[in-house]
């Protein structure tokens, strides 16, 4: 069963539980209409055929909805543990599995948190879509393309579908021009003047280079291993990052 009614939660945030039927919370007016909708319909299916409440709810800041102090993480789960205790005095319906994508534009978080443990599978999902799929798209401000990604991404993780592939950042096409025109260049000197020319020179020089890199590469990656003793996550900016160990969903900044 889905449905649960809890005891009341401790709480402040001043975000009310929304209304049946109602899956997106746009405080921070980062949608219009029409992407509004599109992302409520998107919700609304996904509740009537999974029983799950995907709940998109954007702000401007948490401390101006009461979480001073607060981070993303805490607010998040507070928040869902309130709508919880809102549904039982309300007698509303609310799904012990439900989803909150989380989004403060003004403190640069953002949220993916689950009403209840999805497991580590599900954790790592959570953070591949924050990674390839939402954060990338915040950082050129394209924010509903970014919640959008988010949805469809969390709707994928619920049906235990594939995500989408991530698009290729719009700097890959203008380095590949570049590499497709110098390496024709090099292709005519060497077919020019073979070993004594520039372009095998050049090409001698790439190939020294990578090969150092790689070198360095593994060496900090041997002796970051021992230190840590494996592949721990750590605290950043963006709050907790890597190793699997980020409980209910995922945490990003941008």
Avoid: Y
Wanted: aromatic share 8%; hydrophobic share 40%; proline share 4%.
């Amino acid at each position: 069963a889905f449905l649960v009614f809890v005891s009341p939660s401790s709480s402040t945030s001043q975000i009310s539980l929304p209304r049946h039927g109602q899956f997106v919370v746009d405080s921070a007016h980062l949608l219009d209409p029409s992407q509004e909708r599109e992302l409520q319909n998107l919700a609304d299916r996904l509740f009537s055929q999974t029983g799950t409440m995907l709940f998109v709810v954007t702000i401007d800041s948490m401390a101006g909805q009461g979480g001073q102090g607060a981070d993303v993480a805490e607010f998040s789960r507070d928040l869902l543990q309130q709508w919880r205790s809102e549904a039982r005095i309300k007698r509303a319906v609310f799904s012990a599995s439900s989803i909150l994508l989380l989004v403060a534009k003004e403190d640069r978080r953002a949220r993916i948190q689950f009403a209840t443990p999805r497991g580590e599978d599900d954790d790592a999902t959570a953070r591949d879509i924050m990674d390839k799929h939402i954060i990338r798209r915040f950082k050129r401000g394209d924010f509903a393309e970014g919640i959008r990604a988010g949805v469809v991404g969390i709707d994928c993780l619920v049906r235990g579908q594939p995500l989408p592939s991530a698009p290729w950042p719009r700097w890959i096409f203008f380095v590949g021009g570049g590499v497709l025109v110098s390496g024709g260049a090099v292709l005519i000197s060497l077919i020019r003047s073979g070993l004594d020319g520039w372009g095998w020179r050049c090409m001698k020089c790439v190939i020294d280079t990578v090969s150092d890199l790689s070198e360095r590469d593994h060496e900090q990656g041997t002796r970051s291993h021992s230190a840590h003793g494996g592949s721990g996550g750590h605290f950043s900016r963006g709050g907790f990052s890597g190793g699997g160990c980020d409980p209910r969903g995922a945490s990003r900044s941008w």
